[in-house]
DNA sequence: ACCGCCGGGTGCC
DNA sequence: ACCGCCGGGTGCC
């Protein structure tokens, strides 16, 4: 077991105490506010609010000789200049202000001396301040031994915290100018006599972006290391890597299969030897069999991690498969599939049909109808490196399908329905039982050792790691994946342990971790556990983050693009999955790296860096591979194509615009215009959506002042500004961290913030909290929260009767497509849109002139998106050359790089997100030049939303140089984007 | 001696 | 603990 730290066990406390799912918006008095707060899912603001959490402004007071006594009865051992941990224990019955004292393992050394505990119990209790220790000399003493104490909080703290202890007749030492007391290294021994040197402020603290920089700066180091060498995937891997996959893949082995000692970590005359902590033992420290891969967006995690999956078993031993040596026929389909129709067909075992199964997804039935097509069809894709493939040209396919209707689409005879994966519980079976067919290779699952990988990554990557196995796998291997997901999904661990490869999501993870004891995952030992979009789980309190630190497995990877988000606490949660002593506990991590790092102490950032550089591996899209760039994308142009309303739509937009600014400046004059951002942003809306299509903004007309009647009539009101606002698309980030939105929150004056962002306001500020943007009065009880993964469209679910009548904009779009599809009939292209409204629209002329179309926006599940890509991306005649998309909808990992065209039919008030739409096409596999054209109405508000997205991007651009914004730049920011996106 | 002093027993919180 | 503290044994020089 880990040490548990004083954190810890308060951290436990607040959890017991806590109810948590409650979720009551009841009116609450103030005075009750905060424990209310607790009893959301805030469990963890109790916490914020203490030093421990919020090391960033936390200030040393000072520090104290006590002493450590009742050694004798201990096992915990400790060496001079180890840290110790100071642990409360309010229920020991000799004392309940007794302190223990643990060792960095979290063994019990022995308890801080009564006189001084009964000084301590206060301060530590009430969260004043954050204790620490380190026990200078006299390790080797049987009774009691001396402990310099330090004392850590905000400043605001400080005086309490000395008053408190001057009762008990302690007081504070300012701490040694020049040594690097508390930060763990060396203490320097001797007397700490009065030396009246001012106290160490920390040095200069480091800002978000200064760390960002030495990030990239750290990872630019990595580059050119050639400390691992490029090595080929397993043969059951179809895919050639390319060369950057390679050296992923070699160092994940090595990684996998390392002997060293983990980093800080030294042999020292038969012991194991800490060097942060000081700490020592004699059992060697494991090392983490893995790490996090880093690289860049696009660059190829995910086949690099499937490749380490089919290459690592064990000892660099390939991972053992069945493969088919010689294909006579197809006998038995896969075991327990209720396979009644595709028997004899699916040759291609991914085939595995089920009829009747809703979710399914589609093939062309010519690729199904006659079997001897399907070897073409893989051969197309992939290039191989495999040396058998004049075995597949040898395939003879004896069977002809039987009773196919059964399984033929009845919306679309021209598909036939396979089983999806990723809804359901169901598998992507690769079993292929031929009795004279199948090459057994050693015993399967009966070795003693763990043979599963898991595989966990949001749900909106589910399907790309679908499609990745069914691209990457070569078809002749039986790789055994179970995809965990959906509500029959198998309870019963066995049935996962034997699998090759399970996938799941963090969020069925969490939910199957929260029923106590009954979770599969956490019951099966995993060969190695992975976590795609590993920051996921930055939030240290989130149940997913418990989930996921809570599994069990040697070997374990996070990969992320995005490392470090906000702070060096962000890879907290990232290095305690790894389980890397001794950070495992929060307590190490903050006083050994993070503190000295956030705090500019000497060498802290060194040792982050030395801790980042042994584990893990970053490639940028820029980075080179003995001097060649790992990706050479393909040319991407955006042309702006600008638009010229019809004299009617002019007029709507005229009046509209007129009325709408009107009632701007009137807010302008009153000198409230945040106070009214909701109806400024709904006039806003109803321009941008005029340029598109005038049908677009009926029933959008909804006035949003605030004289309320019913609490019922007040909160649909928010949820639908909170809507307007979110899809307005121009409160990317919240105001009071000004990072982009974790758990958006709309307050009663339309403004959104991060959920734990404006709890925060609100406990400061009590009883009389106000919005930080407008200054408005702020009650807990008006919040609101965004509804989860929803597609927010202001103007959604409501289908434009009758007929329908062009617009300049869909004239425009029209045009160009035609156009295109004379000059290259085979080019596929993205219509992009924010309104989903519109995309309805467009359909229309699409439907008209004869185009193959498919569509992508939020509102469709999980099932139908992966239908929808996967129809765009085929390459099969007769496939969609068009997709509809919605601006924000899919994740990153979306890939669409069919498409070489994209049409953006109306701009983004945040540029990024534009961006983000053109990667998913523009990327790795892109094999074209990408065309992005970006429709924009001559004289109108979308003219003015470029010149605040140009705004924006240099504003990004330097934002590394320059210091982070205040929250009253924000304000003005704010403002000044109205008055120029309304001409005022 | 309702003291001092001696020396053995003892020991965290 | 090579300490302090406790409480019993003891008692001029």
């Not at 605001?156 to 302690?170: I, P, S, T, Y």
């Not at 021209?414 to 359901?424: A, E, I, R």
């Not at 955006?638 to 638009?643: A, G, M, N, S, T």
């Not at 049409?903 to 065309?931: I, S, T, Y």
Request: proline share 5%; net charge neutral.
């Amino acid at each position: 077991m880990a040490g548990r730290g004083p954190g810890d066990s308060a951290r436990g406390c607040s959890q017991d105490n806590t109810c948590r799912g409650e979720r009551n918006y009841s009116c609450s008095s103030s005075s009750d506010l905060y424990s209310s707060l607790g009893l959301k899912d805030f469990d963890f603001l109790g916490d914020t609010s203490v030093a421990e959490e919020d090391t960033d402004s936390a200030i040393l007071y000072g520090t104290l000789r006590g002493s450590i006594v009742g050694l004798r009865y201990y096992t915990g051992i400790v060496n001079n200049n180890e840290m110790v941990a100071l642990q409360r224990e309010p229920n020991n019955p000799y004392d309940k202000n007794a302190v223990r004292v643990n060792n960095v393992n979290g063994d019990q050394v022995g308890h801080i001396k009564k006189e001084l505990a009964a000084a301590l119990a206060g301060i530590m209790d009430n969260k004043l301040a954050v204790v620490e220790g380190i026990v200078p000399y006299g390790a080797k003493n049987s009774f009691t031994m001396p402990v310099e104490l330090s004392f850590w909080g905000r400043e605001e703290n400080k005086e309490a915290v000395l008053d408190q202890l001057k009762r008990h007749g302690f007081k504070l030492a300012p701490s040694l100018k020049g040594s690097e007391y508390g930060f763990g290294s060396r203490w320097i021994s001797g007397r700490a006599g009065p030396s009246y040197s001012a106290p160490v402020h920390a040095a200069v603290p480091l800002t978000t972006e200064q760390l960002k920089g030495e990030f990239d700066k750290l990872f630019e180091d990595l580059k050119e290391d050639d400390k691992t060498c490029e090595m080929e995937a397993a043969e059951a891997i179809g895919t050639l890597l390319l060369p950057h996959q390679k050296l992923a893949l070699g160092w994940m082995v090595s990684r996998e299969n390392t002997n060293d000692l983990p980093p800080f970590w030294e042999e020292r005359s038969n012991f194991y030897y800490n060097t942060l902590t000081n700490y020592a033992e004699k059992k060697r420290p494991k090392n983490v069999l893995g790490g996090i891969l880093a690289d860049d967006m696009g660059l190829g995690k995910t086949l690099t991690t499937i490749a380490l999956i089919l290459t690592n078993f064990r000892d660099g031993k390939p991972l053992p498969v069945e493969k088919i040596t010689s294909d006579k026929f197809y006998e038995e389909p896969a075991a327990n599939s209720t396979n009644s129709v595709g028997r004899g067909l699916c040759k291609d075992s991914s085939n595995v049909m089920e009829p009747g199964v809703s979710n399914v997804k589609k093939f062309r039935t010519t690729a199904l109808k006659y079997p001897s097509c399907l070897p073409k069809r893989d051969k197309a894709k992939k290039p191989r490196h495999l040396g058998n493939s004049d075995l597949e040209e040898s395939e003879e396919w004896l069977l002809q399908p039987t009773e196919t209707t059964s399984c033929v689409n009845q919306e679309d005879p021209g598909f036939v329905s396979v089983p999806l994966p990723s809804s359901g519980c169901l598998k992507r079976q690769r079993k292929r039982k031929g009795t004279a067919s199948v090459q057994s290779v050693e015993k399967k699952y009966s070795d003693d050792g763990p043979r599963a990988t898991l595989i966990v990554c949001p749900l909106s990557v589910l399907s790309n790691w679908i499609d990745q196995f069914e691209q990457h796998i070569h078809r002749d291997f039986d790789v055994k994946i179970y995809v965990y997901y959906g509500s029959d999904r198998s309870k019963d661990p066995s049935v996962l342990s034997e699998q090759d490869i399970v996938l799941t999501t963090y969020n069925i993870l969490a939910t199957d971790y929260g029923i106590r004891g009954d979770s599969p995952l956490h019951k099966v030992k995993w060969l190695r556990i992975v976590l795609d979009e590993g920051h996921t789980i930055r939030n240290p309190n989130a149940q997913q983050t418990k989930a996921a630190l809570s599994l069990e497995g040697h070997r374990r990877w996070v990969l992320t693009g995005t490392p470090i988000q906000n702070s060096v606490k962000d890879l907290w949660s990232l290095i305690s999955f790894l389980k890397l002593k001794p950070f495992t506990d929060r307590e190490w991590w903050h006083r050994t790296i993070q503190r000295p790092v956030t705090m500019g102490a000497p060498g802290g950032l060194g040792r982050l860096q030395s801790l980042i550089r042994s584990i893990t591996l970053r490639r940028s899209k820029a980075s080179q591979v003995k001097g060649t760039p790992i990706l050479h994308l393909p040319e991407r142009k955006v042309l702006i194509q600008y638009v010229t309303l019809t004299e009617e739509e002019r007029q709507i937009y005229q009046s509209v615009k007129n009325e709408g600014k009107a009632t701007i400046s009137r807010f302008f004059s009153e000198g409230n215009v945040l106070a009214h951002y909701a109806d400024v942003l709904g006039v806003l809306l109803r321009l941008r959506q005029i340029c598109c299509h005038p049908h677009l903004c009926i029933n959008t007309s909804a006035s949003f002042s605030n004289d309320n009647r019913t609490p019922e009539e007040l909160h649909v009101r928010l949820v639908s500004k909170m809507k307007l606002v979110l899809s307005s698309g121009s409160d990317e980030e919240c105001a009071v961290c000004l990072e982009s939105l974790t758990l958006p929150v709309i307050t009663h004056c339309a403004h959104v913030f991060c959920k734990p962002c404006i709890f925060e306001v609100l406990r400061n500020e009590q009883p009389n909290a106000k919005c930080p943007l407008c200054r408005n009065e702020l009650q807990v009880e008006h919040l609101v929260e965004c509804p989860l993964e929803e597609e927010v469209d202001s103007s959604s679910g409501k289908k434009p009767d009758g007929e329908w009548i062009s617009s300049s904009k869909i004239n425009a779009l029209m045009h160009a497509l035609i156009e295109l599809r004379r000059d290259n009939p085979a080019a596929k292209c993205l219509v992009v849109s924010q309104f989903t409204t519109f995309l309805s629209l467009i359909e229309n002329p699409l439907k008209e002139s004869g185009f193959a179309f498919t569509r992508l926006d939020g509102s469709m599940a999980q099932k139908k998106r992966v239908e929808a890509i996967r129809c765009f991306q085929s390459n099969q005649a007769g496939s969609a050359t068009i997709m509809l998309l919605s601006l924000k909808a899919g994740g990153v990992g979306l890939n669409l790089t069919a498409a070489s065209r994209v049409f953006l039919m109306d701009p983004a008030w945040n540029p990024a997100a534009e961006d983000q739409c053109f990667d998913r096409c523009h990327r790795l596999g892109q094999k074209h030049n990408v065309v992005i054209t970006k429709f924009i109405v001559k004289d109108s508000v979308e003219e003015n939303i470029l010149k605040i997205q140009n705004k924006k991007r240099e504003l990004a651009a330097g934002a590394f140089a320059t210091k982070k914004p205040s929250a009253s730049d924000v304000k003005q920011n704010k403002i000044n984007e109205i008055k120029a996106l309304i001409d005022l």
